[in-house]
Structure formats: structure tokens, C-alpha cells
């Protein structure tokens, strides 16, 4: 008998739905959306709410809660910023959308996603590296100016062509 409990299975034992409810987690942490089955959206919706409330109250503690669900940290750091447009709204935060059947099962898919838009801005690690592009570049074109400065005050100095040394070669006779 199945007194109190509550939660779906899913015909997985237990390190299986683990791994999986992990795996949509991260998936849905990095797309911002998951196209999946029903009962499995259904499955991931809660853990979803619960760690954007954690994500909400932004503390260190919260953090490391969050990493012990979603073990990378540049994926918590997006997730972290994405959150806080949800920072005036108490919950509710996925919706799911139906997609239909799917057509070798007919399994009823849905899509999971976030139910505002989150900001499409550049990440932190891309946005460093194209700062550090700019400053090369910068640094390249000042080094041509002064370049090009020198070459203008000092007197052109002509070249003495070298002239390639030939090498005398004897003629080889077919020999009969």
C-alpha cells in the first residue's frame, strides 16, 4: 500500500530519477527552457520553484545549496542574475506549455520554461574576453602609429638588393 506518499515515480528507482531530475535541472538552468514529457515536467517544476526562492535570498548559504543541485558554478552565477526579475513575485515562476503527442509513444510533451523573459545579455566570462580583445586591438594600432611616426622622421635609407650567389652546375651527359 502506498499510504502518504505523494510523488510520482516515474518507473525509475531511486539514483535514476535523481540523476535525471539533476540532469533536466541543469538542462533547464542553461537553456532556460526543457521539452520533455509531462509527468517528467511536472517532476521538475517544484525543484525549479524551491531553488529560485533559494536563489532569491541570495546569501552564501543559498549559493552553496544551489551548487549541491546544479555543480557548476558559472551556471549558478547566470542563474543567480537571471532571478532576480522574479525578485517581486512569490512564485509561479515556469509555465508549461503543451506540445502535442509525441509520435513514436504518443507520451503528451510539453514545454518547460520560465513564464517571464529573461534578460538575453552576454555573459560575465564572454564579456571579459571581449574587453580583453579591445584593449589588444587598441594596443596593436597604437604600436602602428608610432611606428609609422618613426618611419616618418627618419631619413628612407635604400636598400642594397642581395643578389642570389649562382652556382655553377656541370651538365650531365647521357651516357650510352
Known amino acids: 500500500m502506498r499510504h502518504g506518499v505523494k510523488r510520482s515515480h516515474l ?16 538542462s ?24 529560485v526562492t533559494l536563489a532569491k535570498k541570495g546569501d552564501l548559504s543559498s549559493r552553496r545549496r544551489i551548487l549541491a543541485d546544479i555543480p557548476d558554478a558559472k551556471l549558478v552565477s547566470k542563474f543567480m542574475n537571471n532571478v532576480k526579475i522574479f525578485n517581486d513575485r ?22 518547460l520554461s520560465w513564464s517571464q523573459e529573461l534578460k538575453k545579455d552576454v ?10 580583445e579591445v584593449e589588444k586591438a587598441e594596443k596593436v594600432e597604437k604600436v602602428q602609429k608610432k611606428e609609422e ?28
Not at 555573459?123 to 580583453?132: H, N, V
Open 149 to 176: 611616426i618613426k618611419e616618418d622622421k627618419e631619413p628612407k635609407k635604400e636598400m642594397k638588393k642581395k643578389v642570389p650567389a649562382v652556382r655553377k652546375v656541370k651538365k650531365q651527359t647521357k651516357s650510352k
Open 28 to 51: 533547464f538552468v542553461a537553456n532556460g527552457f526543457v521539452k520533455t514529457t509531462k509527468p517528467k515536467a511536472v517532476f521538475l517544476r517544484p525543484k525549479i520553484e524551491r531553488l
Open 90 to 111: 512569490k512564485g509561479g515562476y515556469t509555465k508549461l506549455i503543451n506540445l502535442g503527442t509525441r509520435i513514436g509513444d504518443r507520451a503528451d510533451m510539453v514545454k
Open 123 to 132: 555573459e560575465p566570462a564572454k564579456e571579459a574576453k571581449l574587453e580583453k
Open 11 to 26: 518507473n525509475r528507482d531511486y539514483d535514476h530519477r535523481r540523476a535525471l531530475l539533476k540532469n533536466l535541472v541543469r
